[in-house]
Structures are given as structure tokens and as C-alpha cells.
């Protein structure tokens, strides 16, 4: 299976900075396709987890712009270029490449 | 508007089952996959399985494999997530969320598992 790894699990910031988080794969989730299947999710507080970004760095309808994907291969990245309050809560990477597994959540607060 | 909309919540006993329900609505059913993923308190989200909805056919996570069984209704454009033999393990948040990378999630079903 494949293991997803994300960095911080904990993420202290200050309203108006910037903040990164981290998602590694056990192994790269290049498709035979060559689409690259990483999305990202954010879940606030006792919420349903609502897609960020899909396949790396596509925004879905909606998202603020602040937030933007990147990465290859099985190194990946959020980035919110500046926080708002808002954006308080848990944010998951999920390959969907082979099969489908999730990383263990980053808790983002202000 | 895309909307998937699942069964209250249940509380069973240990060694019981569940039957959770997802109705969609605002696309064609026999489009999209639809997955399953659970929540347990305070942790991370879990892949359960994922169902083509066209003819039926899942796919389970190993985990899950031989305790759970996804189905569908085409006639009322529904999805079900059977859990069978339930422990307080698999107290939870259930979750259909559909597929096309995992675009639109329903509102969960708490599951509760208590003696």
C-alpha cells in the first residue's frame, strides 16, 4: 500500500503569514495515464472535507487563490500565501493513483 | 447543484450491522464511481471502497474486505455502505464522497457502536 506522509502535523501561524505543508509518498503517483493523481482537502471544524486541489495544482471552483499545489513525483506542497481565519482546521493530501489512501492530517491554527 | 445526501445517525450494538444510505442528485448517477471513507473520533480520514455504479462492480480496501458491501439503486439514483459485524472500532463518521478525484463529500453518518 501506499503510504502517505505529511509534514507538519501541527501548524501554528500568525493571521497574514504564509504557511506550507509537506506530503510524501512511499512511491511515485505518476499514473500510466501520466496524470499525476494528488489532491488536497481541507476539513474545518465539524465539517464534511472539501477538495482543495486535485491532480497537484488544479484550484478547485471556488478556492481562494491564496491556495496553490505543487509538486512531482511523490514530493508534494500546499501552500497558503497568506492565512486568514478561515482557513483553521485539518488539511489532508490523498493519492488516488493506486487506489486510495490519505495522509494523517495537518492541523492548521491560528 | 451536485448534492449527495446520506442516512441519520444510527447507534448499533457490538456484533450488529449497518446500512448507511447516499442519495445524489444533480448529476447522472451512472456517471461518476462513488467511494466510501470513514472518520473515526478525532483521527484521520480512511478509504473503505469505491463502487461503479454503471454495473455494480467494488473494489474494498483490504481492511474492509469480507465486512463490508457497497451497493446501488440505479431506479432512485442511491449508494449503501453495509458494515457487518460492528465493534466499537468502527464507531465513526461514514462518508460518501463521489468520485472524479473525490469532488463533492455528503454531510456524513455518525455511526455509534456501544453496548
Known amino acids: 500500500d501506499v503510504v502517505m506522509t505529511q509534514s507538519p502535523l501541527s501548524l501554528p501561524v500568525t493571521l497574514g503569514q504564509p504557511a506550507s505543508i509537506s506530503c510524501r509518498s512511499s512511491?511515485?503517483?505518476?499514473?500510466?495515464?501520466?496524470?499525476?493523481?494528488l489532491n488536497w482537502f481541507q476539513q474545518r471544524p465539524g465539517q464534511s472535507p472539501r477538495r482543495l486541489i486535485y491532480?497537484?495544482?488544479n484550484r478547485d471552483s471556488g478556492v481562494p487563490d491564496r491556495f496553490s499545489g505543487s509538486g512531482s513525483g511523490t514530493d508534494f506542497t500546499l501552500k497558503i500565501s497568506r492565512v486568514e481565519a478561515e482557513d483553521v482546521g485539518v488539511y489532508y493530501c490523498?493519492?488516488?493513483?493506486?487506489?486510495?489512501?490519505f495522509g494523517q492530517g495537518t492541523k492548521l491554527e491560528i | 447543484q451536485v448534492l449527495l445526501v446520506q442516512s441519520g445517525a444510527e447507534v448499533k450494538k457490538p456484533g450488529a450491522s449497518v446500512k448507511v444510505s447516499c442519495k445524489t442528485s444533480?448529476?447522472?448517477?451512472?456517471?461518476?464511481?462513488m467511494h466510501w471513507v470513514r472518520q473515526a473520533p478525532g483521527q484521520g480520514l480512511e478509504w473503505m471502497g469505491i463502487?461503479?455504479?454503471?454495473?455494480?462492480?467494488?473494489t474494498y480496501a483490504k481492511k474492509f474486505q469480507g465486512r463490508v458491501t457497497v451497493t446501488r439503486d440505479t431506479s432512485t439514483s442511491t449508494v449503501y455502505m453495509e458494515l457487518i459485524s460492528l465493534s466499537s472500532d468502527d464507531t465513526a463518521v461514514y462518508y460518501c464522497?463521489?468520485?472524479?478525484?473525490?469532488?463533492?463529500w455528503g454531510q456524513g453518518t455518525t455511526v455509534t457502536v456501544s453496548s
Open positions: 464522497a463521489r468520485e472524479a478525484n473525490m469532488d463533492v
Open positions: 444533480g448529476y447522472t448517477f451512472t456517471t461518476y464511481y
Open positions: 463502487i461503479n455504479p454503471t454495473g455494480g462492480s467494488t
Open positions: 512511491q511515485s503517483l505518476v499514473d500510466s495515464d501520466g496524470d499525476t493523481y
Open positions: 491532480k497537484v495544482f
Open positions: 490523498m493519492q488516488g493513483t493506486h487506489w486510495y489512501t
